[in-house]
């Protein structure tokens, strides 16, 4: 058979995918160098990645990262939290917002939306903020404060607003979190809700003449707690927060007040505070019912087997608990001969998904898990690769690991934290984000994968009239590429699967492409949301 009866195969089977896709992994920011303001882009962990206006943001911690002055660093002005973003799916991570110094991580990256004032009316629009938080210890006046840092998208500048100061010690007990927006069911008033170690329950009102956009109110709502509060969260119309063994949730009024609606203390009352107890607090739809369930991960101390339950309401201002799986196992079924002695994860919310292959909505998680047995890598005893698992409508679960199977050779990764949907017009991917120190240095581990799914439609490939012409087609050598009005867009060649072959910018309006390195097969050249199909001889 020649070469165009292959080609004329080929293009019959093509017609009958509808759509062509691959799934990639690519590595989009590796801590440790510079962007293009030579600010210094390092970290130990990505925290949280966000998705807002358009554009992609993650925050960054120094924890254990020997940049930073507490661990061996020389210089004070790097090594500090900071807030990176990403401006398109091709371009280069940038410096977004410095936390300065003794903010060690900006521990909270989320958007939220304001749609009250802070005297209970209607906003004309709504207002939707990027809101980061953290905590920064004075060594010298032995004060530790509290504050929410809010992006102003106008002029990209961060106003501040201070959410609570105390003595020392630091640390877990100024731990914050996880902020929440919650309408109060009797007053009408909007807060802003945050968890602050071990502090409490703090809320704020929307001020849009404070550069902050919030003006908190410094004594906790509710408080002090035993252990530091990791999640807070609104199912069916009432908000709740958990604190170690507890979920607790909000009786609403004027004068509110918080009882407890579920306790776990009967799967063991040690509770390691480092570690947490209930993690990755998350509303999703309640299979058994027409209202909300709660999916948490139990992570109560150095035993934890990653153990996640679904909390659906019993009716009676309780929850029955479903035990959905146990990490430890599943794990275990994945790493052949491995034996799993602790696992922890959610990090963050479990993170509702639309899989763009099979149009499932499924839910992310991210853990980390000490292994041995099996011979698989490992980084301080800890799997040295990052494992997520994916949780379908059905409550199963399946494991899968970040950028594919780690090898001796490969970096460690460790642990997944977070993961977003790619922001981004032009691709269909998913981002994650991760890496854990374990109080181990961790100079310039923070990382961040995406997961391209490569999606082509047949339809774009028939029917949309392009702005650009390829010749010759088929081609050999050297592809001539003729645009009516495409200069510093950029372009990506992909094969018949959809793996990413080529890519680059539009400098002119006639380009030559080098091509003579593609083995002889068809491929496909998107620009913008044109795509053109051709042949390599």
């Known amino acids: 058979m020649n070469f165009k009866n292959q080609v004329l195969i080929l293009i019959l089977v093509t017609s009958t995918l509808s759509p062509i896709n691959a799934q990639t992994w690519n590595r989009s920011f590796s801590a440790g160098g510079y962007d293009v303001n030579k600010k210094f882009l390092g970290g130990s962990e990505v925290l949280q990645l966000v998705k807002h206006k358009g554009l992609l943001f993650a925050s960054i911690g120094y924890w254990e990262d020997e940049n930073n002055i507490w661990y061996g660093g020389s210089n004070s002005n790097i090594g500090w939290g900071q807030i990176n973003r990403l401006d398109n799916p091709f371009g280069d991570w940038q410096e977004d917002f410095f936390l300065a110094a003794n903010y060690l991580r900006p521990e909270v990256l989320k958007q939220i939306i304001f749609t009250k004032d802070q005297f209970g009316n209607s906003l004309s629009a709504p207002d939707t903020v990027l809101i980061c938080a953290g905590y920064s210890p004075n060594y010298i006046t032995r004060q530790v404060k509290v504050k929410s840092f809010v992006r102003n998208d106008i002029n990209?500048?961060?106003?501040?607003?201070?959410?609570?100061?105390?003595?020392?010690?630091?640390?877990?007990?100024?731990?914050?979190?996880?902020?929440?927006?919650?309408?109060?069911?009797?007053?009408?008033?909007?807060?802003?809700?945050?968890?602050?170690?071990?502090?409490?329950?703090?809320?704020?009102?929307?001020?849009?003449?404070?550069?902050?956009?919030?003006?908190?109110?410094?004594?906790?709502?509710?408080?002090?707690?035993?252990?530091?509060?990791?999640?807070?969260?609104?199912?069916?119309?009432?908000?709740?927060?958990?604190s170690g063994s507890r979920l607790y949730r909000r009786i609403d009024g004027v004068l509110p007040n918080y009882v407890t609606d579920h306790d776990f203390s009967d799967l063991g009352d040690k509770i390691n505070s480092a570690v947490g107890g209930i993690r990755g607090l998350t509303t999703?739809?309640?299979?058994?019912?027409?209202?909300?369930?709660?999916l948490l991960m139990w992570c109560p101390n150095g035993q934890s087997q990653g153990v996640i339950y679904r909390l659906e309401p019993d009716g009676v201002d309780g929850f029955d608990r479903i035990n959905e799986t146990q990490l430890s196992s599943l794990i275990e079924s994945y790493l052949k001969g491995s034996n799993i002695s602790y696992v922890l994860g959610a990090y963050n919310e479990f993170y509702k998904y639309i899989d763009p292959i099979s149009n499932n909505t499924t839910h992310i998680v991210g853990f980390e898990a000490n292994v041995s047995g099996g011979g698989h890598p490992t980084w301080n005893s800890y799997y040295k690769g990052a494992m997520f698992a994916k949780r379908d409508l059905n409550g199963q679960y399946s494991i899968e690991e970040i950028n594919g199977i780690i090898t001796e050779s490969d970096a460690a990764l460790v642990?997944?934290?977070?993961y977003v949907s790619s922001p981004f017009q032009s691709e269909k991917a998913i981002y994650f984000g991760g890496f854990d120190p374990n109080r181990y240095v961790s100079t310039n581990k923070a990382w961040v994968f995406k997961k391209d799914f490569n999606l082509i439609s047949v339809q774009e490939l028939t029917n949309e009239e392009p702005d650009f012409m390829l010749f010759p087609n088929p081609v050999n050598n050297v592809l001539y590429v003729k645009s009516k009005d495409l200069i510093g867009y950029e372009f990506l060649i992909l094969n018949l699967l959809g793996d990413l072959v080529m890519t680059g910018n539009f400098k002119d309006q006639n380009e030559t492409f080098d091509v003579s390195s593609l083995p002889p097969n068809i491929y496909f050249i998107k620009v913008a949301n044109k795509i053109m199909k051709f042949i390599k001889i």
Do not use: H
């Open 415 to 418: 642990a997944s934290r977070c």
């Open 284 to 294: 999703l739809d309640n299979p058994s019912d027409n209202n909300q369930a709660l």
């Open 156 to 242: 990209g500048k961060w106003g501040e607003s201070q959410i609570f100061q105390g003595g020392f010690p630091d640390g877990e007990n100024y731990s914050i979190r996880d902020i929440e927006m919650y309408i109060d069911q009797e007053t009408g008033l909007e807060y802003v809700f945050a968890t602050v170690g071990v502090q409490g329950i703090f809320k704020g009102k929307y001020d849009p003449s404070n550069p902050g956009k919030i003006d908190w109110i410094t004594t906790a709502e509710f408080g002090p707690l035993s252990i530091r509060s990791l999640g807070i969260e609104v199912a069916n119309g009432a908000l709740y927060f958990s």
